[in-house]
């Protein structure tokens, strides 16, 4: 039967703890922040807010890069837009692959024509960087492009040295953080890497739909080597380049650099609420400090692994290298994953994911992250599961699992 | 001296009314909608809200499409995805083309690889429907492609009998309503085009940021005849399809599709609190009705028109196929546009649009559009615009703007 609209009332949530993966509940400030009216995108208000959201996320990218903005759209349309920008068909692109997000670098880059390469990991372990020294020295690539934290196997690749190892072989360099900005530290200076893109739907605790993004001087020379700027918008001072133009408009990053630079070139039309939103995440991170959010999320980490741990349940992927801000899990033998998540559901409006690929069905990925990586709600997931665990059958011993995670949270 | 972030304070933009092409501001509702706090993506009540957003487009598209729904960026992004997803590198598409939007297809149309061909009209006037039909004859195109309501010029293309048309000559339409949508009558069905697109930042009155969109079955089959599902999400039911691959992994309408159907691919995590600002804006209209919406618009339209002539000053643009949302008035001669736009925000705190291209310093655009098409904000802006051009020396008579713009409201 057709829905029938004029049914439709308020709109009303459930008051759900979201301890999945991400998305995860927003901060209430950054809800709020979302109320305020629009502007003009051309008002000088409105570029006020926009230049200071450039000086807001230098310090969360880790970054002095001017070129330091927001896309308008989920963290995958900054992705794309990287990756669109950066690479022409035929480049030999390098892809790190240690999980799902690592396939989607190398599906979006399929379909801008480049030449893939790869050097993997199984999936719950990252790749050795004498091993992706190797697979550069041996494919000679345009562009290394790498995810951060892959939370569809809960590992965080160590990335201090790619840059170098990158310049040294005249690639660009480019990294997904969505999963790890305002949890784990971004460090894209120190790194050295060219671009840096994020999501404001996990540890910055806002939406999704605005894409944190820091392009180096490097790698915005290239891209302006490509400008085609629009034939009903052109200005002086924005000469085309010699490069091949960028596959795409929405995503140029030329004419969206230009738009954030004082010539204000009209490009799309900013998503006002959704700057608001990722202003007022970026204000929240720098007010508790980086390193303290830093420590918060692992604590967080820390606790859940603990946690899961004295309840007799196996965590998924290599220590050394997990994620802090998710933790995969088994599913026990004999447990109904999916009776299980719904029961956390329904008996207790608590989310926690299930699994992707070669993992589906066999883990449960739990997250701790932005305004949810906070002790209690770790507690809480934890007790909830014990409890939904026991009334399934499975045998574990009661009341270790919240009193190990307080100890590890210290 | 760069931005120091921890001197940011509260957001708190100024209460400005926004009358210019858009964005505009925002319902109220609209804004307090999207204060509820998120869920997870495939929580039922997320994709039961998913499902009534559909139902609430439907209508709002005149439309059965059962493919009606949202992209997740702004209006611009629902362009590309529709283009790009119709569309392979050496296509011919024809470009209904009379102003800066219709330049906008042809450029994102280029970078497709798409061979391109135009019927054009002068900017201030529309294309006859006779010289589309001659220019499909002409071109035998695969797509035919154009704007419904133009900003740049302020005018609107009849589109009755486009679709026939198309139809006749084994072509695909497309049409861009991001500036009518919500307040001219959007009549896709009717119209026989097969993709509409709109935004929410102008008639609709929310935030940009998410692009309401509505595909015909037959568009529909064309795309999943393209469809190639990532490899780290492929799943029963989702067979390629024998077609060349879509460009684009974001903009993938066939990927977006499966995402809003039962089987709920995962592909982007919806923008969730855009996701409830479409929702919002959605039920103010239908609340309001299609037909009561439509002839405020049309008031607000006729009731500047009038105000701005009982002042003296000369509309730009064929009165026949004018917008009902959007009046271009040309710039007396010896008047400072700039310095009148520049009163007007200072004093009155009232935004008014500049123009682009070759009508750049020749026009003012002045909108009423979703929550400021009303009675007392088109007399606000008409009293105000007086009152500055009196202050710079513009000889009009004063006082008979208002009254005009009264007597024409009706």
């Known amino acids: 039967m057709p829905l029938d609209p004029t049914l439709f009332g308020e709109i009303d949530p459930p008051q759900r703890l979201l301890m999945g993966p991400g998305p995860v509940n927003a901060h209430p400030r950054v809800l709020r ?41 989920t963290a995958r349309a900054a992705i794309e837009a990287s990756l669109v920008s950066l690479v022409a068909p035929g480049d030999r692109v390098l892809v790190v692959n240690f999980g799902r997000f690592g396939l989607l670098l ?87 890497v ?3 893109t994020g999501g404001l739907q996990k540890c910055l605790g806002g939406p999704s739909g605005s894409a944190p993004i820091t392009i ?55 998503a006002t609420s959704m700057l608001y939103a990722a202003r007022e995440c970026a204000r929240i991170v720098l007010g508790e400090g980086l390193d303290a959010r830093y420590a918060r999320h692992a604590a967080a980490g820390r606790a859940m692994t603990a946690g899961l741990r004295a309840m007799g349940l196996t965590v998924f992927g ?11 899990v088994h599913i026990p033998h004999g447990v109904d994953g999916e009776a299980i998540r719904r029961m956390m559901r329904e008996a207790f409006e608590i989310e926690i994911g299930t ?24 507690l809480l997931t934890l007790g909830a ?16 699992a919240v009193a190990a995670a307080m100890e590890a949270w210290g």
Chains 1, 2 share one sequence.
């Open 385 to 400: 599961l014990e409890a939904c665990l026991l009334r399934e059958g499975f045998a574990l011993p009661p009341g270790k």
């Open 216 to 270: 180096s001087d490097a790698a915005a020379e290239h891209i302006f080597a490509r400008r085609h700027t629009e034939a009903g918008i052109r200005m002086a001072g924005l000469e085309d380049g010699a490069g091949p133009r960028i596959g795409s408009n929405y995503f140029d990053l030329a004419m969206i650099m230009d738009y954030w630079s004082e010539k204000r070139l009209n490009h799309h039309t900013e």
């Open 106 to 192: 190398t599906e979006i880059l399929s379909r801008i024509g480049a030449v893939i390469e790869t050097v993997d990991a199984p999936w719950g372990e990252t790749v050795p960087m004498e091993a992706i020294a190797a697979a550069i020295e041996r494919t000679a690539p345009k562009l290394v492009a790498c995810v951060h934290g892959d939370t569809s196997t809960t590992m965080a690749q160590p990335l201090d040295g790619l840059g170098d190892l990158c310049r040294a072989a005249g690639a660009l360099s480019y990294v997904d953080a969505t999963a790890t900005i305002g949890g784990m530290e971004i460090a894209a200076d120190r790194w050295g």
């Open 33 to 73: 922040a979302m109320s305020a009216d629009l502007l003009g995108q051309f008002d000088p208000e409105m570029t006020g807010y926009m230049n200071q959201v450039m000086a807001l996320y230098r310090p969360i990218f880790g970054t002095a890069n001017r070129w330091t903005m927001l896309i308008d759209g």
């Open 355 to 378: 699994a992707f690929g070669p993992l589906a069905g066999q883990i449960w990925r739990i997250g701790a992250m932005g305004y949810n990586a906070m002790r209690h709600k770790v």
């Open 194 to 196: 060219d671009i840096v």
């Open 318 to 328: 290599a220590d050394a290298t997990r994620m802090t801000n998710v933790t995969g």
